[in-house]
């Protein structure tokens, strides 16, 4: 699989989770559809409404889901602002925010509450591996679920915690969420790709983000969000042009005229060639197989598990449950090594070529590890050489 990639031969890159590497053929396809694009650029606008949809069509079975239902975004931020900002919520009403979700979310979940008037709690989650060796499943959806009070109306949370790995069992959290009409947002960044995703089986969930440029390898700039229908009509759009209070041309035909889909649409003229380049991404997918593609990443991921215990005896931050285990290898840095913590991404690529992201939780620092298809088991085992020694040596 490695083959299908053009990869830096003196760079051991495993930070996938983060922004992963494009396939060759996806990173043509945006060549060429920007070249066609600039042979015309008057009917290339024109004419990428149809084709946008067409992508969006395309995206949506690949997902399980309607198109009707999708929005193409940038980035996953870019779609968490539209549905916590564009949410109808009133002056009091409490926001619950995941403890550990990503600075820049719960920033947009600060300012919503800042500027409404409304109340603003954390949600709290286990992060250390004490915790986590004891934890369940149903002991999680109850951890989460006790949280909830009479004034909450909205929750933001991610599928997967970026900075510890553990899988949100979301589906059971949407069911008491619907029941009390509590709107539930997911941060799914860390799911497409990685984990089955699959909008038919995540149960009443209100919104759902997620990028495609991490474990999905699609080109940056790509992401989508998604709207359950009983929100089509009542989620704000931030921003208003030409498609606000009616469509004309190509603009009236897209979304097979849905409403929902042209009062959604990003405004003005903008690059559209990577979007159209997520047709060759779904093909790279089902030609080499969803399954072959997980289960290839669930082979390297248990491998970096089995050679960082034997080779530097590193603290791995993993849930017993196989159910709340996501994709990625988190380890915490030995205690000599933590006041490090804050210099060793840098350190680690200047000095040794490898490119690793890194978190802090209560407990300290981590080293997250997130390989893909396109490494191998030499270099995770060269990884470990290098960092074992360039810090003890």
């Given at each position: 699989m490695e083959s299908y990639f053009t990869k830096d031969p003196n760079l051991l890159y495993f930070n996938s989770a983060n922004l992963s590497i494009c396939p060759d053929s996806v990173i043509n396809a945006i060549v060429n559809y920007r070249l066609e694009f600039e042979q015309n650029p008057t009917e290339g606008l024109k004419t990428s409404w149809a084709k946008l949809w067409e992508v969006q069509a395309s995206l949506a079975l690949f997902l399980g889901a309607d198109p009707k239902d999708l929005l193409l975004k940038t980035n996953m931020t870019e779609a968490l602002n539209a549905f916590i900002l564009g949410y109808p919520l009133i002056r009091g009403d409490e926001i619950l925010v995941g403890e550990l979700e990503y600075g820049a979310i719960a920033n947009i979940c600060r300012y919503r509450a800042e500027r409404d008037f409304l109340k603003l709690r954390v949600l709290q989650l286990p992060q250390s591996q004490i915790a986590f060796s004891t934890l369940t499943q149903e002991k999680l959806e109850q951890e989460i679920i006790s949280q909830i009070s009479s004034k909450t109306k909205m929750i933001v949370l991610s599928h997967?915690?970026?900075?510890?790995?553990?899988?949100?069992?979301?589906?059971?959290?949407?069911?008491?969420?619907?029941?009390?009409?509590?709107?539930?947002?997911?941060?799914?960044?860390?799911?497409?790709?990685?984990?089955?995703?699959?909008?038919?089986?995540?149960?009443?969930?209100?919104?759902?983000?997620?990028?495609?440029?991490?474990?999905?390898?699609?080109?940056?700039?790509?992401?989508?969000?998604?709207?359950?229908?009983?929100?089509?009509?009542?989620?704000?759009?931030?921003?208003?042009?030409?498609?606000?209070?009616?469509?004309?041309?190509?603009?009236?035909?897209?979304?097979?005229?849905?409403?929902?889909?042209?009062?959604?649409?990003?405004?003005?003229?903008?690059?559209?060639?990577?979007?159209?380049?997520?047709?060759?991404?779904?093909?790279?997918?089902?030609?080499?197989?969803?399954?072959?593609?997980?289960?290839?990443?669930?082979?390297?991921?248990?491998?970096?598990?089995?050679?960082?215990?034997?080779?530097?005896?590193?603290?791995?931050?993993?849930?017993?449950?196989?159910?709340?285990?996501?994709?990625?290898?988190?380890?915490?840095?030995?205690?000599?090594?933590?006041?490090?913590?804050?210099?060793?991404?840098?350190?680690?690529?200047?000095?040794?070529?490898?490119?690793?992201?890194?978190?802090?939780?209560?407990?300290?620092?981590?080293?997250?590890?997130?390989?893909?298809?396109?490494?191998?088991?030499?270099?995770?085992?060269?990884?470990?050489?290098?960092?074992?020694?360039?810090?003890?040596?």
């Open positions: 997967v915690i970026a900075s510890t790995g553990l899988k949100i069992p979301i589906e059971k959290i949407a069911a008491v969420t619907r029941k009390h009409k509590i709107a539930l947002i997911i941060d799914g960044a860390y799911v497409a790709g990685a984990i089955a995703l699959n909008f038919k089986e995540l149960g009443d969930i209100d919104f759902y983000a997620c990028s495609l440029y991490k474990w999905l390898l699609g080109p940056k700039g790509t992401a989508f969000g998604w709207v359950n229908p009983i929100h089509h009509e009542t989620l704000i759009p931030l921003q208003a042009g030409w498609t606000t209070f009616n469509s004309s041309g190509s603009l009236a035909e897209f979304g097979e005229g849905s409403r929902f889909q042209q009062k959604f649409q990003p405004l003005g003229c903008r690059d559209v060639s990577p979007f159209f380049a997520i047709k060759e991404l779904l093909a790279f997918w089902n030609t080499l197989g969803i399954h072959n593609i997980q289960k290839r990443m669930a082979a390297l991921n248990s491998f970096f598990q089995q050679e960082m215990k034997r080779g530097l005896g590193w603290s791995s931050l993993l849930a017993d449950d196989p159910k709340l285990q996501g994709p990625m290898s988190i380890f915490r840095i030995p205690d000599k090594l933590q006041p490090r913590g804050p210099e060793l991404e840098t350190l680690m690529l200047s000095q040794l070529n490898i490119q690793l992201h890194f978190t802090v939780l209560k407990s300290g620092w981590y080293a997250v590890f997130s390989p893909h298809i396109y490494n191998n088991e030499q270099e995770i085992t060269l990884v470990i050489n290098r960092i074992k020694k360039y810090l003890y040596s």
